[in-house]
């Protein structure tokens, strides 16, 4: 089945640590993101991605970082310099910009 | 970015037709609109996209006037199970910096 995963769905973390989200799709598109959601709010896009080897940063990146070294990977390290970590985080892929296809979510929680 | 505008929430009952609508005053001449639905901690689901006029597939219809400075999704006939969170997307469908999610309209269906 072809598809977009994240691991795990839920995570703990304590307080000034990092922590490296995954996300993996095997739909052979080119362009993946990164997406925060908060409680009762919208998405909000960290980083993107276009082609490997290179990503570009969305409305919220401060505090997070990523790699695109394969096509197929889109992996986020949430630092210790994002403030406000807890959230549910949000992957997806696509050819188009308008038709993403989204991941499960990891549900973060920094105690 | 075109920033979006949708009512925060909307109630139906089955069988019933429902129009939510995106307000997109400063839509630029190369967005589109793209309109997604969320259950509770999945990711949200790609329904519709559409530049101007009509739109429609199995699932719901995307009304755009001439001006482009709105967007209605129609969806017939709903169900218990539409129940969810629908967001407008609008922008730039290969340039993922140029779009944005707007805060979503929560429909709720009720028996």
């Known amino acids: 089945d072809g598809g977009i995963t994240q691991s795990p769905k839920y995570l703990f973390r304590k307080e000034g640590q990092n922590v490296t989200l995954s996300c993996e799709q095997n739909l052979n598109h080119d362009a993946m993101y990164w997406y925060r959601q908060d409680p009762g709010q919208g998405l909000r896009l960290i980083y993107y991605s276009q082609i490997v080897n290179d990503f570009q940063k969305g409305d919220i990146a401060e505090g997070y970082s990523v790699s695109r070294e394969k096509k197929e990977s889109f992996p986020l390290t949430v630092t210790s310099a994002q403030k406000n970590p807890t959230a549910f985080y949000l992957c997806?892929?696509?050819?188009?910009?308008?038709?993403?296809?989204f991941g499960p979510g990891t549900r973060l929680t920094v105690l | 970015l075109a920033k979006t505008t949708q009512p925060i929430s909307m109630d139906s009952y089955e069988g019933q037709e429902v129009n939510i609508t995106c307000s997109h005053n400063?839509?630029?001449?190369?967005?589109?609109i793209t309109w997604y639905q969320q259950f509770p901690s999945q990711g949200p689901r790609f329904i519709i996209q559409?530049?101007?006029t009509k739109v429609t597939n199995e699932v719901a219809s995307l009304f755009i006037p001439a001006d482009r400075k709105s967007s209605t999704l129609s969806l017939p006939r709903v169900s218990l199970s539409d129940t969810a969170v629908y967001y407008c997307l609008v922008g730039e469908d290969t340039n993922a910096g140029k779009s944005t999610f707007g805060d979503g309209t929560t429909l709720t269906v009720k028996p």
């Open positions: 997806a892929s696509s050819i188009r910009v308008g038709e993403q296809f």
């Open positions: 559409g530049y101007k």
């Open positions: 400063n839509i630029a001449t190369n967005d589109y």
